[in-house]
């Protein structure tokens, strides 16, 4: 009986976070296509290209993979420059183990870990309950084959697109995060309020000297745990009882 119910509830939150999903997978799907113009002309093929995406979707840790690539860096080089600029996600996995519960094997905490982006850690961590692996598995089903499609098309095709139709797919990024961002900063005056923060702090980080020559990854480290951790200090979030599932 209980495992028929855990079943269910693990399909309740699957589908949501499938619905959840598409918008990041229609963003990743148009953005992508960068990254795969970007891979063409550093000499990866469409399915290298398709299968990097696939072990790791980080625009900005790719990006700077396959600069390094095209520049004949070495595997050690490229590594340590990936890991440093993707170090971000090291302080989201770290936010999200604290909406997990603690009977969630260790298994899932891996999976849920690796499929942390910044746009699906966004709509993880607005979950109001208790986060349940299956809707992280949901997300990343609908948002990982956009992002993967989009990559290798881009490789095989991208290069004959206008270049109108290449600026065009970019804004879909700030589209994306738009619909990640606005609906719950529209709920809470204080998400709204961090959102403001972090816009107006990460303008003047790329303009104040010595700190606009830190690279990106850093910076957004930075920014990360000033703003959250001041946000935690000032606005402590009261633990309430975990709800069965809410309501798609």
């Not at 063409?40 to 399915?47: H, N």
């Not at 208790?130 to 290798?152: D, F, I, N, R, S």
């Not at 995060?177 to 609906?183: D, E, H, K, N, Q």
């Not at 923060?197 to 990854?217: H, W």
């Amino acid at each position: 009986m209980n495992s028929a119910k855990s079943g269910n509830e693990g399909k309740v939150w699957f589908l949501q976070g499938m619905k959840h999903g598409i918008p990041i997978g229609l963003g990743y799907f148009a953005v992508s296509f960068t990254l795969g113009i970007a891979s063409k002309k550093a000499g990866l093929s469409a399915f290298q290209a398709a299968v990097m995406s696939s072990a790791m979707m980080a625009s900005a840790g790719q990006f700077a993979g396959i600069g390094m690539i095209a520049a004949g860096a070495g595997y050690l080089e490229m590594a340590v420059t990936t890991m440093v600029v993707n170090m971000r996600y090291l302080l989201m996995s770290s936010a999200l183990s604290q909406k997990v519960r603690q009977d969630v094997p260790f298994y899932h905490r891996f999976l849920m870990a690796y499929e942390v982006t910044d746009e699906i850690f966004g709509i993880a961590i607005s979950v109001p309950d208790k986060l349940h692996p299956a809707y992280m598995y949901g997300a990343v089903a609908v948002a990982g084959p956009g992002w993967v499609l989009g990559t290798y098309l881009g490789a095989v095709i991208g290069m004959i697109l206008p270049e109108g139709v290449m600026s065009a797919l970019n804004v879909a990024l700030y589209g994306m995060f738009m619909a990640v961002v606005i609906p719950p900063s529209r709920k809470s005056k204080v998400i709204a309020g961090v959102v403001a923060v972090s816009m107006i702090c990460s303008a003047a980080f790329s303009i104040i000297p010595g700190i606009r020559e830190i690279s990106s990854g850093f910076q957004m480290i930075l920014l990360t745990v000033l703003l959250a951790g001041g946000a935690a200090v000032l606005f402590p979030v009261k633990e309430e009882k975990e709800a069965a599932v809410h309501e798609c």
